[in-house]
């Protein structure tokens, strides 16, 4: 029997478009919780190249944003670490914004 994914125009190991890709956006929230700029930015721009729409890359930084904010989160982790992410979380956000339009990369493509 042939799973919906294999089934899925893109094939195998393609997820629609509505489906984040967590292998791409996972890394992101990580690079930027080490405080990693350059990172960031690389692996913004690897989840992009590998599928991940400008909405879901968007969405899971605006998640590490509302985390950084809550009042948990800054009784939990130290002052020290929460700086060091502002600026990466910055630099990703720039990244994706600095981006081609997903309107005019990959025109022909099913996912993305």
Excluded: Y
Aim: with cysteine; charged share 30%; net charge negative.
């Amino acid at each position: 029997m042939t799973s919906e994914i294999e089934k899925h125009p893109c094939g195998p190991g393609r997820e629609p478009e509505d489906q984040p890709i967590l292998q791409g956006l996972l890394p992101i929230a990580v690079v930027i919780a080490a405080g990693c700029e350059s990172c960031a930015e690389g692996m913004v721009r690897h989840a992009l190249k590998e599928g991940s729409s400008r909405r879901q890359v968007l969405k899971a930084i605006g998640i590490v944003e509302h985390l950084h904010g809550l009042e948990c989160f800054k009784a939990a982790v130290s002052e020290d670490i929460r700086e060091r992410m502002v600026k990466p979380l910055a630099r990703a956000r720039k990244t994706v914004e600095e981006e081609p339009s997903e309107a005019t990369e990959g025109a022909g493509r099913c996912c993305w």
